[in-house]
C-alpha cells in the first residue's frame, strides 16, 4: 500500500447515534485501545487521515492535527475508512482495492475502499451509504483482501475491545516508538514498562505488570504514591499524581488521581481528586470535582442497561460505568449510578443524577436547567487555554451547532 495514502474516515449512520460523544465529534476521533480510530487506521496503513465524513452536523469539527473535514470531491486513490473497525496496529497487507475484516461472528465486513475515481463528498452526508455499495461501485465485486481488526457495533465496544486491543497495542508502540525500559526495581510482574523520552517517574511508586504492559508516552509524569497496573497506556504530558490505576488508555494532557480502572480518556481531562472511575470514557475537556465517583457493577452482578437515542438497551456487558461527553463537569461528592449517560457540556452538581443527563444541562438537581451557551463558551475558552489550547471560530461555531441539536427527550 503507498506509503503517503490519503484516509477519509467514514461515520455510517450507526456511528452518528453513538451518543453522547456523537453530538461532539465524529466516531473516527474516538480512543479505541490505545490510540484514536484514526491514528490506528495511519499506523497500519503509513497513510494520512486527511478528512472526516461525518456529514453536516461535524463540518467544523477541527482537532489538533486529526482529520478535517471533507469538501467537494474527494480525489481518486483515497482511501475511504470506516471508522467503526478498529484495524490493529501491524502494517496493512499489499495494495488492495478493497480491505475486510471480520466481525464477532466471522462475517467478512467492508472496512475501506479504494476510490477508483473522483467521488463527491455529498455521497456520504447522510451516513446511509455501506462501504459494501460503494466497493461495487467502484470496483465492481466486494471480495477484497483481510485485514485483522474490531467492529464497534455499540458504543459500548469502547469497553469490551479494551482489554483485547490494549496489551498488544503497547507492544507495537514500543517497538516503532523511541522508547526504554523501566529497570525492575520498579516493577513487579512479566511485562515491560517502557518509558517515552522525557517521562518521568518520581520514587515511591509501583508498575504492576501482572496483567499486562505499561506504557508511558513522551513527557508523562508519575508521581510518587502512585501504583500503575497493566495494560495501560499514558498519554504524552499526562500526569498521574497518586492512586490505583490500571487496565486504561489514557490521552495526552490528563491528570489523574485516586482509583481508575478500564476507563479510556480520550485527553485533555482532568480527575485531580479521590473518587473511583470505573468502565468509563472520559471526552475532552471533562472535569471531575473531588470525591466523583462511578458504579461500574449493579448490586445483583447482571448485565448493565445503557440509555442510546433509540431507548434503553440491555447491553449484556456486566461492568460498565459513566460515558462523560466532552466538556462535562461534576461537582464534588457526585455519585454516578452504573451505565450513566451525561450528555456533552453537562455541567451537574447535586449528589446523585439520574442514569442519564440531557447535554449542556445545567444544576442541582433533575429537572435541570440549560446551560447559557454563550456562558458555556466562554467556560471552554478559559479551560482550553489552560492546556494552551485556542477555542478557534471553527470549533465555537461547531459547539454552538451541537448545543442547537442537543437532545432532551430523556
Known amino acids: 500500500m503507498p506509503s503517503r495514502v490519503s484516509l477519509a474516515l467514514y461515520d455510517d449512520a450507526i456511528a452518528r447515534r453513538f451518543e453522547p460523544f456523537a453530538l461532539t465529534r465524529p466516531w473516527s476521533t474516538m480512543r479505541v485501545g490505545a490510540l484514536l480510530v484514526h491514528e490506528r487506521w495511519a499506523h497500519a496503513t503509513g497513510g494520512t487521515a486527511r478528512w472526516h465524513l461525518a456529514g453536516r452536523a461535524q463540518r467544523d469539527f477541527r482537532e489538533g492535527d486529526g482529520p478535517h473535514p471533507a469538501r467537494g470531491t474527494l480525489p481518486a486513490g483515497t482511501l475511504i475508512v470506516h471508522s467503526r473497525c478498529a484495524v490493529t496496529l501491524e502494517p496493512a497487507l499489499p495494495d488492495a482495492p478493497v480491505l475486510v475484516c471480520r466481525d464477532r461472528d466471522g462475517t467478512l465486513r467492508v472496512a475501506a475502499v479504494r476510490l477508483s475515481a473522483p467521488e463527491p463528498v455529498a455521497t456520504f452526508e447522510d451516513g446511509t451509504l455501506t462501504l459494501d455499495a460503494l466497493a461495487r461501485r467502484h470496483h465492481g465485486r466486494r471480495r477484497g483482501v483481510e485485514m485483522t481488526g474490531h467492529w464497534c457495533d455499540h458504543v459500548w465496544d469502547v469497553f469490551a475491545l479494551l482489554n483485547r486491543l490494549l496489551g498488544d497495542d503497547i507492544a507495537t508502540l514500543a517497538r516503532v516508538m523511541p522508547v526504554q525500559m523501566l529497570a525492575q526495581g520498579h516493577v513487579l510482574g512479566p511485562h515491560p514498562v517502557w518509558v517515552a523520552p522525557g517521562a518521568t517517574i518520581e520514587p515511591l511508586t509501583v508498575f504492576d505488570t501482572t496483567a499486562g504492559p505499561v506504557l508511558l508516552d513522551r513527557d508523562a509524569r508519575v508521581q510518587a504514591f502512585s501504583r500503575v497496573s497493566g495494560p495501560c497506556y499514558v498519554g504524552a504530558s499526562t500526569v498521574v499524581s497518586g492512586g490505583r490505576v490500571g487496565g486504561s488508555a489514557i490521552g495526552p494532557w490528563c491528570k489523574v488521581n485516586g482509583e481508575v480502572s478500564a476507563t479510556v480518556w480520550l485527553g485533555y481531562a482532568n480527575k485531580g481528586h479521590d473518587g473511583f472511575v470505573g468502565h468509563s470514557v472520559l471526552g475532552r475537556w471533562v472535569n471531575l470535582g473531588a470525591g466523583t465517583t462511578t458504579s461500574n457493577l449493579k448490586n445483583t452482578y447482571g448485565p448493565v442497561a445503557l440509555w442510546t437515542p433509540d431507548g434503553l ?27 450513566c449517560v451525561l450528555g456533552a457540556g453537562a455541567n451537574v452538581v447535586d449528589r446523585m443524577p439520574p442514569k442519564v443527563v440531557a447535554p449542556f444541562a445545567w444544576g442541582g438537581g433533575a429537572p435541570y436547567s440549560t446551560y447559557a451557551v454563550d456562558k458555556f463558551l466562554v467556560t471552554a475558552e478559559r479551560v482550553m487555554a489552560r492546556r494552551q489550547v485556542v477555542l478557534d471560530a471553527a470549533t465555537r461555531r461547531h459547539l454552538h451547532a451541537a448545543f442547537g441539536r442537543r437532545w432532551t427527550d430523556v
Open 313 to 339: 438497551v440491555e447491553t449484556d456487558q456486566q461492568f460498565l460505568g459513566t460515558l462523560f461527553g466532552d466538556h462535562v463537569k461534576t461537582g464534588i461528592g457526585l455519585r454516578l449510578t452504573t451505565g
